[in-house]
């Protein structure tokens, strides 16, 4: 991990936006395309309302790769990444050349996880617009997670902590509604992007963060892994980095 990048709550998005913008601008030059990730929840809400409106993309130069989605929710349901995604992104931006969405209802999970990798694994991203969650997860990779396979997209099953979060921040009515499965993809194939912007608000999310950046780097807290990739940067406001006891990150 290059540095992590202190900004205040209102300046976050737009930071962690103009980082990302940076890096599509310069493989739309050098490729003549770009192929990110995009992540989805409350974290990356003001992210994205940023991205959206960065100025000088070739927005039809650029194709869009989901990171996870719940098995067996609908896209009409709220809490439907892809449904996320259309409303505060694809939609708001002109037309992509693609977009690969994860179709958590598909019929055979299993088979839409081979679908996606073979699309994936046939380019290079460009640039992972990632957070990480209340247990450390990064994706849907709950810990312990899986550092070693190689499947671009995997099932993995949710973890209590991570299901209660979803509850907790409004998507569903009940923990019993939270789906225990999802489709994510896989740690090894969010570290081969070339350049990754992690955004992480809220003190709600501090433990994390400083098993993250402080703790050891281990299946059990996921995005640790993340200081491993040589050009990762993680943005934060002043609660998520609380717990920290190192704040040598850089301000904006």
Not at 40 to 68: E, R
Not at 74 to 86: E, G, I, Q, V
Not at 164 to 180: A, H, I, K, N, T
Request: charged share 25%; net charge negative; glycine share 6%.
């Amino acid at each position: 991990m290059e540095r992590f990048i202190f900004a205040d709550a209102g300046s976050l998005g737009a930071a962690a936006a103009g980082e990302a913008g940076q890096q599509i601008l310069s493989a739309i030059r050098s490729r003549k395309q770009a192929d990110i990730i995009l992540a989805t929840g409350t974290s990356q809400l003001k992210t994205l309302d940023a991205l959206v409106t960065f100025k000088g993309i070739d927005w039809s130069k650029v194709t869009m790769f989901h990171l996870d989605e719940y098995i067996g929710l609908p896209d009409t349901h709220k809490a439907s990444f892809r449904k996320y995604l259309r409303e505060q992104f694809v939609a708001r931006v002109p037309k992509l050349a693609a977009a690969h969405f994860v179709c958590g209802d598909a019929p055979d999970p299993e088979a839409e996880c081979r679908r996606l990798g073979q699309l994936i694994s046939a380019t290079t991203i460009d640039v992972a617009l990632v957070g990480i969650g209340e247990n450390g997860h990064l994706a849907f990779n709950d810990p312990p997670a899986d550092f070693d396979t190689e499947e671009p997209y995997i099932i993995v099953n949710l973890d209590e902590r991570c299901r209660r979060q979803q509850l907790g921040e409004g998507w569903f009515s009940s923990f019993e509604d939270v789906p225990s499965r999802a489709i994510s993809m896989g740690i090894r194939q969010i570290l081969k992007s070339r350049h990754i912007v992690c955004s992480v608000p809220d003190q709600r999310k501090a433990e994390a963060v400083r098993n993250t950046l402080e703790g050891p780097v281990l299946p059990n807290c996921p995005a640790s892994i993340l200081r491993t990739h040589p050009s990762c940067r993680m943005y934060l406001d002043e609660p998520a980095a609380s717990l920290l006891k190192n704040q040598k990150g850089d301000e904006r």
